[in-house]
């Protein structure tokens, strides 16, 4: 078993067993950290045998409806408790008393109609506690929190019962991070309670209807950094000056969530940024205006501005009535002060020219998924229209021409970042013309196919990402930092086209290597991303990547985004953990050490033919094949010669003028087949000598130290060394014209040795008066 796994099963049995372990305990999954998961496993009860190893517990979305004084008594070391989406609807006053490390505690969606401060007596480091979604309808008879000083984020209320909300609930709390309140249904606020809270940066409000929403900014608007007013009808909204005007404020911004206006609460709530001076910013998310826009019968003419507001976000606003908004004109002059605008997915088509002209103090504005184009546009970046503005950003609307919105857009002298993204261009034209301070250009998802001189030269910032391009080729001598991810990329673009660049993205690309050389040649490059390509991982490649120990602080996705390619055998692998071959990775060595092998091979071949005779093997082979072509033995008609002499040219005298004499003369005649006169011109030699013995009745190998050093009396003994002896018979006939010593005899003629040692054989007599002897013995062979 690995050690991991092993370390697990061991922490998973300390954990959840000990004596009387309830069969829910198997529910539960535990790794070494002491993180347990049992959430969503249809439990009824807290597992029994929970020890001091646990330090986080989810059970939630089970069916828990209790908790006992024991369940989690010996859970010491427990930090995190999910509670949440159960049944429960006791717990005993001392079921947390010794969680006192816990800093996470999470009741919410429980049953719970009754909360005691006893609970959270022992709870002195608990930093996050959620009670929504319960049936109380109070936070009970005394306060709840004032035991837990370290408190940073508080979640109570829900959407029918809670009603109350008194000057004890809160009281104990200084600082919150977060206090969200669900009370939809709210009837009773009593003055002061929220005010014991010094700070609150962040209150997200939960109201139904808005009748006692200023009594609460009463309380909070000196001590409040962000409202968060959700799912409430502002209908009736009324706002009242001399209730905060001689007030200090410190909330900084308000947001609005799925809350509903009128004209006239519309009105109200612009009353509420002139009082509450310190609001700089205003969000409104997924609002809804039911009105048409008639401002200007009501008092919006005695607000001069937005108080101090400077950003202004709208998400997703409805207007039903939209077809019969009026044009606005009357809250034209309230945005001189406002400096950052972001208008998103709201169907706006047109900004008029004569708002354009009142935002004077605009910087940045957002227009993304709307149904802005050219026509509007024009209309929108009118003469004079935002002077001020540096950041436009008009993603995925429905702009089309790449050239027409740049000329459209000179008349922004100040604009130096653009976002046109997700607008669909399809192409770029040659020539351009921009706003002169163009430094930032965001042009990804346009479906631009190639990049040309459109682009403005000044630009230090160009996002080209998920297009169709496939090469890189512009000069940009400013550009620093380069986004061209999701493209069709098969190399890094070339260094000297962008001599600045620090910060290049060019991820998801087809790109499949990279060099040191190139990475070196952006002299400033501070930050690459180059991962999700398909790298080929050859030996260079592994080489540079694997021996660039910085490497690391320059490629921000190293090493788990380079995975190989090819070679198939390391395909998938990270390209850090790839290993290669000797024979892939030094292919050059390997072949120069197998030519060299391979040299030394035939070398010593060479050596050992030419010392065991190899080269003769060879020529006997070629011999015995030529041999295989004919008949085993000739038929008798084709024989032509009594005897085949086969002699060393150096004892051709002793052949011509005594053999040949005694027996061509002889009475009746022999006759003898001679290289010299018989073999037939014009033919190769060796099918001379195979047909000569074939057509012979015998062989007459003359022996001496000349035959045993001739070539060709070799090619001749060798056919006759397969041809006779092979074929056992008396069809060759030795003459020894002088003593050889049989060591002379080479090894390959093995054969012959044996029958040298085994058959007699003629031997030349010195002496003259045994010579006549000879020539009759001699006779008598041939004829045999």
Known sequence: MPRALWTAWVWAVIILSTEGASDQASSL???????????????NSIPSGLTAGVKSLDLSNNEITYVGNRDLQRCVNLKTLRLGANEIHTVEEDSFFHLRNLEYLDLSYNRLSNLSSSWFRSLYVLKFLNLLGNLYKTLGETSLF????????LKVGNSNSFTEIHEKDFTGLTFLEELEISAQNLQIYVPKSLKSIQNISHLILHLKQPVLLVDILVDIVSSLDCLELRDTNLHTFHFSEASISEMSTSVKKLIFRNVQFTDESFVEVVKLFNYVSGILEVEFDDCTHDGIGDFGALSLDRIRHLGNVETLTIRKLHIPQFFLFHDLSSIYPLTGRVKRVTIENSKVFLVPCLLSQHLK??????????LMSEETLKNSACKDAWPFLQTLVLRQNRLKSLEKTGELLLTLENLNSLDISKNNFLSMPETCQWPGKM?????????????????????????VSNNNLDSFSLILPQLKEL???????????????????????????????????????????????AGGNNFICSCDFLSFTQG???????????????????????????????RLSLSECHRAAVVSAACCALFLLLLLTGVLCH???????????????QAKRKPRKAPRRDICYDAFVSYSERDSYWVENLMVQELEHFNPPFKLCLHKRDFIPGKWIIDNIIDSIEKSHKTIFVLSENFVKSEWCKYELDFSHFRLFDENNDAAILILLEPIDKKAIPQRFCKLRKIMNTKTYLEWPVDETQQEGFWLNLRAAIRS
């Open 548 to 578: 660039q120990q910085a490497l690391g602080r320059v490629l921000v996705d190293w090493p788990d985004d380079y995975r190989c390619d090819p070679p198939s055998h390391v395909r998938g692998q990270r390209v850090q953990d790839a």
């Open 361 to 370: 103090s605009l910087e940045y504005l957002d227009l993304s998924e709307n």
């Open 29 to 43: 999954s535990c790794d070494p950290t002491g993180v347990c998961d049992g959430h969503s496993r249809s439990l």
């Open 439 to 463: 430094k930032q250009l965001n042009l990804s998802s346009t479906r631009i196919h190639s990049l040309t001189q459109c682009l403005p030269q000044t630009l230090e910032i160009l996002d």
């Open 483 to 529: 986004y061209i991810s999701r493209n069709k990329l098969k190399a890094l673009p070339d260094a000297s086209f962008l001599p600045v660049l620090s910060v290049m993205r060019i991820s998801r690309n087809i790109i499949n290597t990279f060099s040191k050389e190139q990475l070196d040649s952006f002299q400033q490059l501070k930050t690459l991303e």
């Open 146 to 153: 004032s035991h837990l000083p370290n408190l940073r984020t």
């Open 611 to 625: 010392r065991f005779h190899g080269l003769w093997y060879m020529k006997m082979m070629w011999a015995w094949l």
